[in-house]
């Protein structure tokens, strides 16, 4: 693999193949063999309830930078929609204008939450094609957009409740993002010291689906989009005392672009997948993991802006058991424990992972970061301590 083969996004951040390798276990592949060649992540798509105060959010305190902008000011009358980019990865945040927009009732439905998880693809149209032979839904079929800055090929299939996968080939496109859209920048200062990037992309993206819908959703991505298993947790793994769920993980063939799928299991009280389907009010994304290069500063910096994060007890630091099976890692656990970092280690390497509360009034989507040292896997030695850890959010909020 070669600087060739990245994405236009990720050359553009200055990432280098190595530097992918490492932030989210990139592996080869040949994408000619490939019935469904997915390149990476295109964008994640925001509907909320207030676009303009949450590209702030993101802005201020996960450092993003503001890059597109599209609204009443750029023709478009129904809603305002801020592009961010952090590194490798782009979140679209789009909250409605016209009191009558379509997005008013999604997000009466849902609340702030993800309505696309976009995906960077070489050829729509082949992509479209193994889908409608594989009985996938179209939403909108192959078609181009077109400006002064070139054109984008895009199309559409649906995935699980209302979330949708929209492909884009932007190869004959060099506009900020899409047409309709211009360049815009903010006007929000760094704090002094502030690291350039709290993240660099998108390791991955997870999804709660309703009891008994995992494997069909897990079948859906291996039989249209040509998707692998990667990775399965159920049982005593991914239990507590208390609640249970159930867990597979799918990925395309570079291994970019992964998708763990969680299904409620049978427990005494209520699981968080429970409390998420009963919030969001179906299925949909859950959480999104944003990958590290240096976790320790990026939750301090976090830390400093005010964001929060589950508490892991001092126990799990102290634990001989854990503390024999992960080894040396390149940050002592005394930094980690006073940071309430989780540590994981498996056949290839270790990753240092921590969950953020939600982000949102409901307890619905929220970040992991993500920090990986030769490590393929999602830390299934942390559940339990991370579960327990959400537990005691639901029973702080009166859900469990």
């Given amino acids: 693999m070669t600087i060739e083969d990245l994405t236009t996004d990720e050359q553009l951040a200055h990432l280098s193949v190595d530097q992918l390798r490492e932030l989210v276990g990139l592996v080869d592949y040949d994408s000619s063999l490939d019935p469904f060649p997915v390149s990476g ?28 902008y599209c609204g009443p000011e750029t023709g478009n009358r ?9 590194g490798a990865a782009r979140f679209v945040v789009k909250g409605a204008v016209d009191p ?56 559409a299939i649906a995935a699980y409740g209302d979330v949708r996968h929209t492909l884009v080939d932007r190869s004959n496109y060099s506009g900020p993002y899409l047409p309709g ?9 760094r704090r002094e010291g502030a690291p350039h990037r709290l993240f660099q992309a998108i390791d991955h993206v997870v999804g709660n689906v309703e009891l ?22 159920i049982g005593d793994d991914i239990a507590t005392d208390y609640s249970a769920l159930m867990s597979k993980v799918v990925a395309n063939g570079n291994h970019r672009v992964k998708f763990p799928l969680n299904e409620p299991a049978i427990g005494k009280r209520k699981s968080q997948i429970d409390e998420y389907l009963d919030f969001y009010r179906g299925p949909g994304v859950q959480h999104i993991a944003l990958a590290c290069s240096d976790i320790i500063g990026s939750v301090d910096a976090l830390r400093r802006e005010g964001i929060e994060f589950l508490e892991t007890p001092d126990a799990y ?27 994981d280690r498996d056949e290839d390497g270790y990753l240092l992972q921590i969950f953020c509360r939600p982000l949102t009034d409901r307890p619905t989507v929220f970040f992991e970061l993500i ?9 299934v030695g942390n559940f339990k301590a991370l579960f327990e850890a959400i537990e005691r959010e639901q029973e702080r909020r009166g859900n469990f």
């Avoid at 976009?118 to 729509?124: F, G, I, N, R, T």
């Avoid at 859209?181 to 200062?189: N, W």
């Fill in 317 to 343: 630091y102290s634990d001989a058991e854990l503390r024999a099976r992960i080894g040396r890692v390149r940050v002592p656990i005394d930094e980690l424990q006073s940071r309430g970092i989780l540590v």
């Fill in 181 to 189: 859209y211009v360049s815009r920048s903010s006007s929000h200062a």
């Fill in 212 to 233: 008994g819908r995992m494997d069909e959703w897990v079948d859906f991505y291996k039989r249209v989009m040509g998707f692998t298993n990667m990775a399965e947790f």
């Fill in 100 to 155: 009558n927009s379509e997005l008013v009732a999604r997000h009466a439905m849902h609340g702030d939450g993800i309505s696309d998880i976009s995906l960077a693809v070489p050829d729509v149209d082949r992509c479209i094609r193994r889908a409608v032979a594989q009985g996938a839904v179209v939403l909108e079929p192959p078609h181009n957009s077109t400006d002064e800055h070139g054109t984008v090929r895009l199309a």
């Fill in 41 to 68: 992540w295109d964008g994640i798509v925001w509907i909320v309830g207030n676009a303009t105060q949450t590209a702030h959010y993101f802005q201020s305190a996960f450092g993003m930078e503001l890059e597109a």
């Fill in 371 to 379: 920090e990986r040292h030769g490590s393929l896997g999602f830390g």
């Fill in 78 to 86: 129904d809603h305002k929609a801020f592009v961010m980019r952090s």
